[in-house]
């Protein structure tokens, strides 16, 4: 999996890595503003952004190569540790792999790595869901108290992102007190209850600081103009509720909040209204998405057929629609609601499979308290702003998607081998009841990942040296003009290297050229550290000398100076 994340990294990364990734959208700004007060300043914890992408943006220095680096490393990081864990989780090989296939072409869709080169919250909103959602599906088997703080933690670290995303985080607050209330054990019980209280410190802390800087007030003032104001009986609805009205604000009518010079913001007639927007009125528009659900149910249908259809074009800046598919193997996301409905109504009955099945049930329960977070996630992300719906949507899409998949591809297991008559605890056998990667292993696993992305980056950084320039030059020109390499430039160098530098071009473009030659050398180098070790312990030296060997002889044509 290792591979598959550099990989990933480097169709993702490659064209733009030396041009960098300039930061384009308001919404990047504004964070860059909130990080640029430092988490020294108590500003900082209560200003116009949620302290997520500030913090990460201070950390990676304001750089914004840094930052990008970061985020598309920890999306295709949280992709393979879901993966990892489905492997370990499910028991017909097969039908996992399969499983990790199909999460693997969702989440390199386009649509969804587009977000990984912007200055947004958006790439680490699904990466951290991800993550999020990993730990509880471990904690699920291994109700451990170490597991469930984990979880808890990381589900925090993600609602931190967005104030959008408490909304799923409540629905999960509301199932873990239902399991700490059925619960038998004190013990979990109690750190349920604590995990709980850390939930809910955490959603107090972003609603009071979005509430400070009334950051909210920009959704309301958009469903105001766009969404309430053309419909006479949503009008008065707000309007019982207290909304104020006036000439000014009905003129709104069809109007976004920065529109017409920022009137909704500006203008004085409409004081009591933005005094309206935020006090009571943000409350009134969260009862709205309950007490006037037929309305804003007919918003979600409508909004619905164009988000799922919607690929992004217009946010691509950087051209990862073209390197990215949109399909893999004829397998997509839904683009219609048709689709999306056939999708929820399999993932229903895998889930009510689930349920049939008793060492399943914990995983029923995980799945339908999370389709249900993530459901009610979209319905208020489309109801909560009528601006940017698709941008909005990008997350809770992912993440209804993939939960989909993984509850249908358990189902299929558990069904498959009830019929081959084996044992149902074979199954959903306990993770620790299987070997487990030890803290060092995993430390060993973490560096060499870090170490191969090193030198992934140095090697490309090298490519600038006036051989690699040239030989680059001498395969252009043969594929330009024909020929032999050695009719198109006087060279020293084997048919070999050549042929090799030639062969990056079938799987790069001309901006990524250099990462496919750095990922060749990676390929390499892995090899003779393979051979070093091999040769070591034939020669009678013990596994660490051996290890050591290999890693000298990897540092060395990857990261030192040799060439």
């Not at 964070?31 to 108590?42: D, E, F, N, R, T």
């Amino acid at each position: 999996m290792t591979f598959a994340v550099l990989l990933y990294l480097v169709r993702v990364l490659g064209p733009s890595w030396r041009k960098g990734f300039p930061s384009f959208f308001p919404d990047s700004a504004s964070y860059l503003k909130v990080a640029k007060l430092g988490p020294i300043s108590p500003s900082f914890w209560f200003t116009e952004r949620p302290v997520g992408v500030p913090l990460m943006m201070w950390l990676s220095a304001f750089n914004n190569r840094a930052f990008v680096l970061i985020q598309t490393t920890l999306f295709a990081v949280s992709v393979a540790f879901l993966c990892h864990t489905v492997l370990r989780l499910m028991k017909v090989r097969p039908l996992a792999w399969l499983a990790c296939a199909a999460i693997a072409a969702i989440a390199i869709q386009p649509k969804f790595g587009v977000w990984n080169l912007e200055v947004l919250s958006e790439s680490l909103g699904m990466s951290l869901s991800i993550i999020a959602f990993t730990c509880w599906l471990r904690a699920s088997q291994v109700f451990t108290a170490g597991r469930i703080w984990i979880a808890t933690l990381a589900t925090v670290a993600w609602m931190l992102l967005r104030d959008s995303h408490g909304i799923p985080v409540m629905i999960l607050a509301i199932g873990l007190a239902v399991i700490a209330w059925r619960i038998s054990d004190k013990a979990s019980r109690l750190t349920l209850l604590k995990c709980l209280g850390v939930m809910l410190l955490a959603f107090s802390y972003i609603s009071v600081s979005q509430a400070v800087s009334n950051r909210n007030q920009y959704p309301l003032m958009n469903n105001v103009g766009l969404r309430i104001l053309p419909d006479q009986e949503m009008t008065n609805n707000f309007v019982d509720r207290g909304m104020p009205t006036n000439e000014t604000l009905l003129g709104r009518s069809g109007r976004n909040t920065w529109d017409d010079g920022e009137i909704f913001l500006q203008s004085s007639e409409l004081a009591k209204f933005r005094n309206w927007v935020n006090g009571s009125g943000q409350t009134d528009q969260v009862l709205s998405l309950a007490i006037d659900a037929p309305f804003w149910i007919d918003v979600m249908q409508k909004e619905l057929p164009v988000s799922l259809a919607y690929d992004f074009h217009d946010y691509d800046r950087f051209q990862t629609l073209q390197r990215l598919p949109s399909r893999t193997f004829g397998f997509e996301s839904p683009r219609t609601t048709s689709d999306l409905l056939l999708w929820l109504i399999t993932s229903v009955a895998a889930i009510l499979a689930l349920f049939y099945f008793p060492k399943t049930r914990k995983l029923a329960v995980l799945s339908t308290i999370s389709l249900s977070a993530f459901l009610i996630e979209m319905y208020a992300s489309i109801a909560g702003d009528a601006v940017e719906v698709q941008r909005h949507l990008i997350g809770p899409f992912l993440r209804i998607f993939l939960i989909v998949i993984l509850a249908t591809a358990l189902a299929v297991e558990m069904i498959y081998l009830s019929f081959k008559n084996q044992k149902t605890s074979a199954v959903v056998e306990a993770i620790s009841d299987k070997p487990q990667t030890r803290f060092g292993a995993a430390f060993a696993q973490s560096a060499l990942a870090i170490i191969g992305l090193g030198a992934l980056i140095s090697i490309e950084h090298r490519s600038q040296d006036f051989d690699p320039q040239y030989t680059k030059t001498i395969i252009e020109r043969a594929a330009k003009f024909g020929g032999t390499y050695y009719q198109n430039g006087i060279h020293n160098k084997g048919p070999l290297e050549t042929a090799l530098y030639d062969s990056v071009r079938l799987f790069t473009s001309h901006d990524s050229y250099w990462f496919g030659i750095a990922f060749y050398v990676l390929t390499i180098s892995a090899l003779l550290s393979l051979c070093a070790a091999a040769v070591a312990r034939i020669s009678g030296a013990s596994k660490t000398i051996a290890l050591s060997a290999a890693v000298l002889v990897f540092l060395h044509f990857t990261i030192s100076s040799s060439d």
